[in-house]
């Protein structure tokens, strides 16, 4: 199977958005009430990824199979401290293996150590285990950091997670 990985480009961004919208209905059963993953839709995830592209200082790397769009990790400096690097987002379609997951991983964070952060942050909903077995599963390691965000009408919590590079 032919997989390449390259930055994004504007022309991407509805496929990405349609990635992400099924990612969130998918990783998100549980976590989040079935009548809003309902309501979920691409057209609410595009301009987060048009402005992700456009972004200065924020990178959009994309996987493709078979010449179609099957994952993006959007990532960067972490705004907040500096020498960190954060992993802003991430959406795989349902045929993204783990192997394509770990390559596509595995890309972004050597572009994050050429750059110079060896260490990189991703926050991500607590009560979420799907997600975090699968950022376990790149080496990340839970901070036990929280912090408390609005989803709709209620609270969640967010923790940190850290990934070292050990090289």
């Known amino acids: 199977m032919e997989t390449i990985i390259r930055p994004a480009a504007a022309e991407d ?13 998918t990783m ?37 199979q078979q010449g179609n769009l099957v994952a993006y990790v959007i990532f960067g400096a972490d705004p907040e401290e500096a020498g960190y690097g954060m992993v802003f987002d991430t959406a795989f379609a349902l045929e ?5 997951r770990n390559q596509l991983m595995t890309s972004v964070l050597a572009q994050l150590r050429e750059s110079g952060m060896e260490q990189v942050h991703f926050w991500l909903l607590r009560e979420n285990f799907y997600v975090r077995y699968q950022l376990e599963s790149f080496g990340f390691k839970e901070e036990n950091l929280l912090r408390t965000v ?14 070292t590079d050990k090289k």
Do not use: H, T, W
Request: with cysteine.
């Open 13 to 25: 961004r509805d496929a990405l958005a349609a990635i992400k919208a099924v990612y969130v209905q």
């Open 28 to 64: 998100f059963r549980g976590v989040v009430p079935q009548q809003e993953l309902r309501q979920v839709e691409p057209k609410a995830y595009e301009g987060m990824i048009a402005g992700a592209i456009e972004a200065p200082g924020r990178q959009v790397l994309v996987m493709e």
């Open 96 to 100: 993204c293996d783990q192997q394509s």
């Open 150 to 163: 609005e989803i709709g009408n209620r609270q969640a919590q967010l923790v940190r997670y850290l990934y």
